[in-house]
């Protein structure tokens, strides 16, 4: 060892995320990737093409640092069609290295240490670390993977005079769960008795099926004078390698966000941005994504019913969540890895989203691959021996 003090780990419990072990896994093993949520399938050529063009054009040094104008003017647009809400895009809207930056960063800049964070769980596993690297303490709310409906006054007992914010995820990775417009309003009520600071997830919100609409923190007034709301355009665009993402939030809260954001990555990726604020300019480019991974979602659960998996179809995301507790009492991590090395189809057990690992009996599947890998992924299982 070359230090005399050992380092202290900042994250001791933060080892490989299960993402990357499972990716691992699969290719070691050749199996279908199902665990990782990243599509299968490009971007379009169009969207390659303006890439192209303004990568020829010369758009290839730094971005201003909050983003490039034209692609938050877009997103100020795109935002005020869907929710009815303007943001400034000088002064409300700045372009990330992806949304798990701007989560980040949202988080940095309203915790600090002894903070209380109220996190939903199962949660995606970025919010936990940022809560703790600013010394902040996350507080669970635990919900079924398949739940209906959340107990507002049990979310309310968890608060007390430390908690500072509350993050929220909609459409909600790894469920599916699409919350319902009298969720937000109670947030939103919630969020005003006690102070809070909101951080809005919501890099799957034209992913909602079987004509529900995504409600945005941004469409309740009360709740976007307080909030962060964080998007993703790897996820609409099928560009998850791109890492191009921006915050919304009211001038007082981005003023801060931006005194991190400027020393993390200071700005993003030029040609991409531009190519993307010109794509925007046809919203049929994203508002037609529901219905496209709605029938990825039926041929995969069509394919699989057999099988005996119980599950509620996904209600948003590119995601679904099958319970085998009628089938296997294995545990949810041994049993994914044991069909991706014996079966061939790699998953996600449901317990890593849990801070205890809490173990429902779920598996996470995600649905954005091509046809095929989904159809042969659903043969193979139902070869499996449960």
């Not at 790894?174 to 417009?181: C, D, E, N, Q, R």
């Not at 939030?249 to 990555?265: M, N, S």
Request: aromatic fraction near 12%.
């Amino acid at each position: 060892m070359l230090l005399k003090n050992p380092l202290q780990s900042k994250l001791p419990n933060v080892g490989t995320t299960i993402f990357t072990k499972m990716s691992a896994l699969a290719e070691e093993h050749k199996a279908l990737n199902l665990a990782q949520g990243f599509p299968e399938f490009d971007c379009s050529p169009d969207l390659q093409a303006l890439v192209d063009k303004y990568v020829r054009s010369g758009k290839n040094q730094y971005a201003p640092m909050p983003g490039a104008l034209p692609l938050r003017e877009a997103i100020a647009k795109k935002t005020f069609e869907g929710s009815g809400r303007e943001y400034h895009p000088v002064t409300e809207i700045t372009i990330t290295s992806g949304a798990t930056e701007a989560l980040f960063v949202a988080i940095s800049t309203v915790v600090h240490p002894g903070d209380e964070v109220i996190v939903f769980e199962p949660a995606y596993d970025s919010y936990v670390p940022a809560i703790e690297l600013s010394g902040g303490i996350p507080v669970f709310v635990t919900l079924d993977p398949q739940y209906d409906s959340i107990d507002w006054e049990a979310v309310k007992a968890r608060i007390t005079g430390k908690t500072r914010a509350i993050i929220i995820n909609t459409p909600h990775n790894p469920t599916g769960k699409v919350w319902a417009a009298s969720d937000l309003q109670a947030l939103a009520t919630l969020a005003e008795e006690q102070d809070l600071i909101v951080i809005s997830d919501e890099v799957y919100e034209y992913i909602v099926f079987d004509g529900r609409d995504h409600i945005s923190a941004a469409s309740v007034p009360s709740l976007a004078e307080r909030s962060f709301v964080c998007g993703s355009f790897g996820k609409t665009f099928h560009t998850t390698g791109w890492k191009l993402g921006y915050c919304l939030a009211p001038g007082y809260l981005t003023a801060e966000f931006r005194k991190i954001h400027q020393f993390l990555v200071f700005s993003v990726v030029t040609p991409f941005q531009f190519a993307v604020a010109e794509y925007l300019n046809e919203p049929e480019h994203y508002l037609t994504l529901s219905a496209f991974y709605e029938r990825k979602r039926d041929l995969f659960n069509e394919a699989i019913k057999g099988i005996g998996f119980v599950l509620k179809p996904s209600e948003g995301s590119f995601f679904q969540n099958v319970s085998y507790a009628n089938l296997s009492e294995e545990n949810d991590a041994a049993l994914a890895e044991r069909l991706t090395r014996e079966v061939g189809v790699a998953s996600i057990p449901v317990s890593a989203f849990y801070a205890r690992k809490t173990d429902f009996k779920t598996l996470r599947f995600c649905f954005a691959k091509h046809d095929e890998t989904l159809l042969k992924a659903a043969e193979l299982l139902n070869r499996a021996l449960w």
